[in-house]
């Protein structure tokens, strides 16, 4: 099954900061965005940050704004997302996704991320 790689979860105080990694599936010619969403314990999945491949653009869900960052190395296929100011309202299994120009959609299998009180 075709994936994308997440790395870099943890366990973090809150007020501490975590970066995830994703790699993109080397089996993508070209990439249209990539972005991350989360799964909190009893709730639905939520998108967190977007980012466009092509222009850089980048799109966040209204709690994280000012706390996360969405970026991208073009060279490495891997999108990042830097995370700061965490609250255990944070806590989730996040998740990366990508969207290659040919419309598929490519799954990881999610990076657990803990923030204690």
């Known amino acids: 099954q075709e994936q994308v790689v997440e790395s870099g979860g943890g366990l973090v105080e809150a007020g501490g900061s975590l970066r995830l990694s994703c790699v993109a599936s080397?089996?993508?010619?070209?990439?249209?965005?990539m972005s991350w969403s989360r799964k909190a314990p009893g709730k639905e999945r939520e998108f967190v940050a977007r980012i466009n491949w092509i222009s850089g653009s980048t799109n966040y869900a209204d709690d994280v704004k000012g706390r996360f960052t969405i970026s991208k190395d073009n060279a490495k296929h891997t999108v990042f997302l830097d995370m700061k100011s965490l609250e255990p309202e944070d806590t989730a299994i996040y998740y990366c996704?990508?969207?290659?120009?040919?419309?598929?959609?490519?799954w990881g299998q999610g990076t657990q991320d803990t923030v204690s009180s």
């Open positions: 996704n990508e969207r290659p120009l040919d419309g598929r959609e490519i």
């Open positions: 080397p089996r993508s010619l070209s990439i249209a965005d």
